[in-house]
């Protein structure tokens, strides 16, 4: 929590620390399922800025919520990002994480654009790129949007827009992007 | 996490398996292995020093050493900038060739005149630890000339990323169960070890422990040792140690972090001498009570704070940091062993509070099973017994008010498939539950099971936590990826979010020559406030810098920022312009406690007020906005007499106008800037459908008229008039011109108004025109004072 930007003593008011909060209000909007909605948004976290981090950064978030969703059709649709945005040679890993809304959790990785997955010091030797946080909605956020776990599932997935466009074209530094040099933002 | 990868196989019989394959494994089912350090010493020797002599030349401080490796090597001379490798020390030397464990590359080397022939290794470079100075590592023991690695075995140390909720896998015990559930295996090891001590008389006996506050410490546990040898560990304790990262004190030390390492649960020994009266209580710290740390550090205690302390005062703060007074010494002789379950949130609030984050509170927070205590306390005091030759006694106090309930989920098998999208064959997903220590009961009526998490997760409660386990052991890479989709009955029409629809006004400003940025929506608050920016202006309330420590209320001074950043570095003509959210207080509290967010496009460059206001025109044009009225007007950050307001549809939508000269000065801009600022949610209010209109069949009659006027008569007045002279012959009417100077009287403009007359119905003649420009003159004669220029 200590990332987290506050506006009051008090702690009620912050600046949101990831897009996840459109879930619900996606569902509460939408109400009936099927629910496919990608949500783009400003997020805030109190780092330090450096090459990797910015305290003022882009999420995207996805949401699927419908009958008989499963892990294989998040791991598809993680699939299809990718090779859609790197290229159809790429492959994806999701390994087990923890995070509040989702059940089961995953980081996912991209194969390695430059060494194709074998290891190289781009991606630091192990082949693997990290993107993003996704999951199987947790049941209680569903039933807190309104919508029977029974009967649907949903898988939700996020990334750092930056983070996805500085591999996409090799920005060495994340703070490019806010920094605003017109040499920079020439090139796209 | 550090983990130790020869320990670590020890406790999973995978003494076979190779480092890679296990971090592969664990990395598979959630515990991402970041890094596998190596520490390969078999091309490190050990030397004894000879001599050591301050280096004649150097100006920084070096000394030169002769130093033995044995008959085969024989003596070398090394150059090194520490002065703790004394004549008589063993130390670890590298020679010209090598590569040292931290992947320094060891040459022959001249240093400030003297041949260097080889280095002398700190633990640093070997990866065995830090000291606390830059110094060489001294050896114990060994003979010159022989690799380090017959000390020290080589070893791998795997980085391990673990989830904040599965503390039980903060220990070596824990990543072990998951490595053999991983293998397809289950651990062959007890989780709550039998030792339970022999000596009497019986340690309730000896010492009573209470719980004053039950809510913040579920169960304490305390064993008492007597008759301990302090002494150093044996060399495996502190090899695991120093692997994991932690430096060997003494033995008992040790063995309390040697088992918080194995089994997650953070353990502290006291010297039995120093608790007062025997008895233990656990309390809220009292007003005014101060603790004299582990760390040296004399801290001040708050009501709120859990300690532990004796019949007088406080001899630890709980579950964070340990009491200097009641510290084991080299002169302990008997030992009160403690394992508790402090409460995590009151843990949290003690050491954020204190600013005092320790390897035990950093346990604590994350919520651990009271069952863990008592084995964490069992094992220690069987260490206790055999490495510190102390006599545990028996019947230990266990003061375990509530104690944890036991969680049973109920799973019908098929969830697996349904949330997986695989098929997991029954008998394999039940293996890997036992593997993990689950109990799995099938109910023989409906097939359904009963699952039962072993008592160290708390992290399981609902099927879909089950099916996690599940999935995580038999493999995410065996998921086959497919795409979702059905045929469906609703139709939700295609709409364009609103970010889309702007793309009109983006494209626009791209053509005139405008870079869209995005700029940081935290500013400085200080800068905000000389710009006359502050009114609703909301601060944070912790910022990281006071460059970032407000929220903007406007979009204008990021913009003078870019352009600052670019003329600084050389390109001196850059537009730009942004969309993106401002934030304001609300002028009155209604209730909605979020401030509001205008959604803004801003753009500031040199192409001047008329330039601009071309650009504004084309975008609103393409957005499909009714054209804008530009009407005299104000604004903060802009020059008085040359902004206007931009009205759109009888409504307020923005201005655009010259930035102030002292608003430039903030960012050190010369020259003249306009800029301008626009409410993005009106416009897109104010958008028509696009309508096509017969075309006329008739000609035009085009005419010019040069109105002259006083200075602060407004274009849009003068236009407003001419439309409402002008009746229906009128089509269209613009301001092309104004003049100021020497062809017209002071205090006066010339103003050239371009006149476009059409009838629908037949081609209109000049007398007919005439007419109307009469009317029109005489109206702006009479609503403005207005004469007439040829």
Not at chain 2, 157 to 174: A, I, K, Y
Not at chain 2, 283 to 307: H, N, Y
Request: glycine share 10%; proline share 7%; hydrophobic share 40%.
């Amino acid at each position: 929590m200590q990332d987290t930007f506050f506006l009051d003593e008090s702690e009620n008011l912050v600046l949101r620390t990831h897009t996840s909060p459109m879930q619900i209000r996606a569902m509460e909007r939408l109400k009936q399922p099927p629910i496919y909605v990608i949500v783009p948004g400003r997020v805030y976290r109190r780092d330090a800025s450096d090459p990797s981090h910015n305290p003022t950064f882009m999420q995207l978030e996805g949401l699927a919520v419908d009958e008989g969703l499963t892990v294989g059709d998040l791991k598809g649709t993680l699939t299809y990002m990718c090779q859609s945005l790197f290229g159809p040679e790429r492959r994806i890993r999701m390994r087990p994480h923890n995070f509040s809304y989702t059940e089961p959790s995953f980081e996912f990785d991209s194969s390695c654009g430059i060494c194709g997955g074998a290891g190289c010091r781009f991606c630091g030797g192990d082949g693997w790129l990290e993107i993003g946080g996704c999951g199987m909605v947790h049941p209680t956020v569903l039933r807190n949007g309104g919508i029977d776990p029974e009967r649907y599932s949903g898988y939700a997935w996020g990334f750092g827009i930056e983070r996805m466009a500085a591999l996409k074209y090799n920005v060495p530094d994340i703070r490019y992007f806010y920094e605003n040099d017109v040499r920079f933002l020439e090139t796209f | 996490m550090r983990v130790s990868f020869e320990w670590l196989a020890e406790l999973a019989d995978a003494g076979e398996m190779a480092p890679e394959r296990a971090g592969d494994l664990l990395t598979m089912a959630g515990f991402t292995v970041d890094a596998i350090e190596r520490v390969d010493l078999s091309q490190i020797l050990i030397g004894r020093v000879l001599s050591q002599q301050p280096h004649p030349q150097s100006r920084t401080p070096l000394w030169v050493h002769e130093v033995d490796l044995g008959s085969e090597v024989g003596q070398r001379q090394i150059i090194a900038g520490a002065p703790n490798a004394v004549p008589g020390s063993l130390v670890p030397v590298a020679l010209p060739g090598v590569t040292v464990p931290n992947g320094k590359e060891v040459r022959d080397a001249m240093i400030a005149g003297l041949a260097g022939q080889g280095m002398l290794c700190s633990r640093e470079e070997l990866l065995l630890g830090e000291d606390p100075e830059p110094a060489i590592m001294l050896l114990d023991e060994g003979e010159p000339g022989r690799p380090l690695s017959t000390l020290i075995p080589t070893e791998a140390v795997f980085e391990v990323e673990v989830t904040p909720n599965r503390p039980d896998c903060l220990s070596h015990l824990g990543l072990a169960r998951e490595l053999t559930a991983a293998d397809g295996r289950a651990l062959r090891h007890d989780f709550m070890p039998r030792f339970q001590g022999e000596a009497e008389p019986l340690a309730t006996d000896m010492l009573q422990v209470r719980i004053d506050d039950p809510a913040l410490c579920r169960r304490y546990v305390a064993a008492v040792v007597t008759d301990v040898t302090i002494g150093p560990s044996p060399r495996w304790i502190q090899r695991r140690l120093r692997a994991a990262g932690v430096r060997p004190i003494n033995n008992v030390v040790d063995i309390t972090q040697y088992v918080m390492l194995e089994y997650g649960q953070p353990l502290h020994a006291f010297d039995a001498a120093r608790i007062g009266g025997d008895q233990i209580v656990v309390r809220r710290a009292r007003e005014g009570e101060a603790l004299l740390c582990l760390d040296g550090v004399t801290r001040a205690l708050k009501p709120q704070m859990l300690v532990i302390a004796d019949e007088a005062n406080a001899v630890a703060l709980a579950g964070v940091i340990g009491g200097q007074e009641s510290a084991v010494t080299s002169e302990t002789r008997n030992v009160v062993l403690e394992a508790a379950t402090f409460d995590g949130v009151n843990v949290r609030a003690t050491s954020r509070a204190l600013r005092l984050r320790t390897e035990a509170s950093g346990r604590f927070e994350k919520t651990l099973s009271p069952e863990l205590a008592l084995a964490g306390a069992r094992r220690a005091a069987q260490l206790l017994a055999e490495i510190a030759g102390g006599a545990v006694h028996r019947g230990w106090p266990d003061v375990y008010p509530r104690p944890q309930d036991p969680v049973r989920v109920r799973v019908w098998p098929d969830k697996v498939d349904a949330l997986l999208g695989v098929h997991v064959p029954l008998e394999e997903a039940e293996a890997i539950l036992r593997h993990l220590d689950f109990g799995v009961r099938v109910d023989g009526q409906d097939g359904s099971w009963d699952v039962l998490p072993p008592v160290f997760r708390l992290d399981v409660a609902i099927p879909e936590d089950v099916v996690e386990e599940v999935g995580r052991i038999f493999g995410y890479d065996r998921v086959p990826a497919t795409l979702p989709g059905r045929r469906q009955s609703t139709i939700r029409p295609f709409q364009r979010s609103a970010d889309a629809e702007i793309d009109a006004l983006r494209r626009a400003f791209a053509a005139a020559g405008f870079t869209e940025a995005v700029t940081p929506a935290l500013v400085s608050g200080r800068r905000q406030q000389r710009l006359g920016l502050s009114e609703g202006s909301l601060p944070l309330f912790n910022p990281v810098s006071e460059e970032a420590d407000t929220l903007r209320t406007s979009l204008v001074p990021s913009l003078l920022q870019v352009l600052e950043l670019n003329r600084n570095r050389g390109r001196g003509e850059v537009a730009v312009f942004e969309t993106a959210r401002t934030f304001l207080a609300r002028p009155e509290p209604d209730g909605n406690p979020l401030p509001q967010e205008p959604w803004q496009l801003a753009a500031v460059g040199n192409h001047g007020f008329l330039g601009l206001k071309s650009v504004v025109d084309r975008a609103l044009h393409d957005l499909g906005a009714p054209p804008a009225e530009y009407r005299r007007g104000r604004g903060t950050l802009f020059h008085p007499g040359r902004t206007a307001q931009v009205n759109v549809a009888g409504q307020v939508v923005g201005r655009l106008g010259e930035l102030h000269p002292s608003v430039l000065r903030e960012f050190d801009l010369p020259g003249r800037y306009t800029g301008c600022e626009l409410d993005l949610d009106a416009l897109l209010a104010a958008r028509l459908p696009r309508s096509a209109t017969e075309l006329p069949r008739f000609p035009a009659v085009d005419r010019d008229l040069n109105v002259v006027v006083a200075a602060e008569v407004e274009a849009a007045g003068l236009l407003s008039t001419v439309a409402d002279a002008g009746g229906t012959l009128l089509e269209r009417t613009g301001a092309i011109d104004e003049y100021r100077g020497s062809q017209v009287p002071g205090g006066m403009k010339s103003v050239t108004l371009s006149l476009t007359f059409r009838s629908p119905e037949r081609t209109l003649t000049d007398s007919e025109v005439d007419g109307v420009m009469a009317e029109i003159r005489s109206a702006l004669e009479q609503r403005h004072a207005a004469r007439f220029r040829a």
